[in-house]
């Protein structure tokens, strides 16, 4: 019996690894977290596509160098037709081939039907503690809030702006000489060790809907297996 051909941007049933997309609009330091991680080969996942909605974006640059795939769909250019802009979107994704999508710093609200239709299988990573502060300028409001503790989320995409489904969090004290900038680099620390362990639990059906691949190593419980506990304290 032949295995039928599979769907695409289906899982790689061949032991391969998912063909992910990192889609960024700006600087793309989680990307290249991302990129940094995968280049282990025991990564669970491969970063193939690097795609951005505006061609000023920072972060196209460090992937053309890295020598990964670039794209552009300018979003400015739909003038607000999101649908015209999402099906632009997913001819690239499509192109590609591409099993998993990962928003790393990318500004734009997606509609229903692209997020079902990437339903299980897209992560955003958000600079707060989910769900408090969902949306922008989350920084500026936990330091206004007065809160103790503050830190970063990665979830999986839902229709609803930050309400999907929390696979993992990591949280950093809140310092009482803290402004904007020093604590938005203490949570990117933390951004950059947790999205790519979080990729990789989805990669390996650990974070996804549903039991885990048969084979998958690993467990919920033990969250980290190939690392080390995430720091409390600066330094
Ligand atoms: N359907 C969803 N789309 C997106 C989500 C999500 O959870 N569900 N996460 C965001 C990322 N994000 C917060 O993490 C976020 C990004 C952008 C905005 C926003 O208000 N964007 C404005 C335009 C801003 C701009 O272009 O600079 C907009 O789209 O009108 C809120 C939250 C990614 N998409
Ligand atoms: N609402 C989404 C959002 O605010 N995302 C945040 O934008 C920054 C992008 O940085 P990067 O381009 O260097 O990865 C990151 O801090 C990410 O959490």
């Not at 552009?72 to 999508?101: N, P, T, W, Y």
């Not at 009482?176 to 390996?204: C, F, G, I, K, N």
């Amino acid at each position: 019996m032949t295995e039928p051909a599979a769907a695409p941007g289906a899982l790689p049933r061949d032991g391969g690894r998912p063909r992910v997309a990192v889609l960024i609009s700006g600087r793309g330091s989680n990307m290249v977290a991302l990129l940094e991680a995968a280049t282990d080969p025991g990564y669970p996942a491969e970063i193939a596509l690097v795609l951005s909605n505006r061609a000023d974006a920072a972060g196209l640059a460090r992937a053309e160098a890295a020598g990964v795939a670039t794209a552009v769909v300018e979003s400015r250019g739909f003038k607000g037709d999101r649908a015209g802009f999402e099906a632009a979107m997913q001819r690239e994704l499509e192109r590609h081939g591409i099993a998993l999508i990962a928003l790393a710093g990318f500004m734009r609200v997606l509609t229903e039907g692209f997020v079902s239709r990437w339903s299980g299988r897209m992560l955003n990573i958000h600079p707060s503690i989910l769900p408090s502060f969902p949306g922008l300028d989350t920084h500026a409001r936990a330091l206004a809030a007065g809160v103790k503790l503050h830190g970063c989320t990665v979830h999986l995409v839902s229709p609803g702006v930050d309400e999907g489904p929390i696979v993992a969090q990591a949280a950093v004290p809140v310092l009482p000489d803290d402004d904007e900038s020093r604590l938005a680099a203490r949570v990117l620390e933390q951004e950059h060790r947790l999205y790519p362990a979080a990729l990789a639990w989805l990669a390996t059906g650990l974070a996804g809907n549903g039991p885990p691949p048969p084979g998958a190593s690993g467990s919920l419980a033990n969250p980290l297996p190939r690392f080390e506990p995430l720091p409390t304290r600066e330094g």
